[in-house]
C-alpha cells in the first residue's frame, strides 16, 4: 500500500486544511453505538502493493510549502468520498479494502498524517485503526482504534487485493513532488 505517511515534527504546526487543535481521538458517539469498540485487526497488504514512502517536514516554511502544495489533492481526495464511501457501505469485493486518511495530533502540537483502516461509517463518523506506524505523534500506535469525524478526512484509498490502488491522490502527489523536492 502506498502510504504516504506525512509527518510534522514541529510542535504548534497544523499542515491541513483545518487548523482544529483539539483531539480527534473521538470516542463513538452514544446515539451511534453504547458499546466499546470490537473491531477487526487490521487487514493483510499484498506483497505487490507499493512502498511506504514518508516525508517530514522540518520547518514552518517547509509545512506552509506542504500544505499549499498538497491542498488541491485534499480537496480531490474529499470530493470523491462520497461515491468511495457508498461502494463501501454497499460491500466492496473480497479482498478489497477501505482506509481513510487523517491527521493524529497530539498535546505539543505536532501532527502526523495516517492511514485508518475502516471498520464503519455511521453518519458522519469514521472508525477503524490506525494502520501505519505512528513515529512523531504520542500516545498513538499502530493498531489502535481510532474515530474520527469526516470533516477530517484528508484522503481515502481502496487497496485490491492484487496489490492495486484507488484515491489515495495526495499519497500519489506526494510521490512525485518529493522526487523535485530533495530533503535539504
Not at 491527521?103 to 498524517?113: N, P, T, V, Y
Amino acid at each position: 500500500m502506498q502510504f504516504a505517511i506525512v509527518l510534522v515534527l514541529v510542535a504548534g504546526l497544523n499542515v491541513g486544511c483545518n487548523n482544529n487543535p483539539g483531539p480527534t481521538n473521538l470516542p463513538p458517539d452514544p446515539e451511534v453505538s453504547s458499546k466499546p469498540l470490537d473491531l477487526p485487526p487490521n487487514p493483510k497488504l499484498s506483497p505487490n502493493a507499493p512502498p511506504d514512502q514518508p516525508f517530514d517536514t522540518k520547518s514552518n516554511a517547509e509545512a506552509e510549502e506542504y500544505r499549499a502544495a498538497t491542498a488541491p489533492f485534499v480537496e480531490q481526495g474529499r470530493k470523491t468520498y462520497p461515491e468511495a464511501k457508498r461502494r463501501y457501505l454497499a460491500g466492496l469485493p473480497a479482498g478489497h479494502n477501505f482506509y481513510a486518511v487523517t491527521k493524529l495530533r497530539d498535546s505539543s502540537g505536532a501532527s502526523e498524517q495516517v492511514f485508518v483502516a475502516i471498520a464503519s461509517v455511521q453518519g458522519d463518523r469514521i472508525t477503524g485503526r490506525i494502520a501505519n506506524d505512528v513515529v512523531g505523534v504520542k500516545g498513538y500506535k499502530n493498531g489502535d482504534p481510532y474515530t474520527f469525524p469526516e470533516s477530517e478526512l484528508v484522503d481515502w484509498l481502496i487497496t485490491h487485493p492484487d496489490g492495486s490502488e484507488e484515491g489515495n491522490v495526495v499519497g500519489l502527489f506526494l510521490d512525485e513532488w518529493q522526487k523535485t523536492h530533495p530533503r535539504k
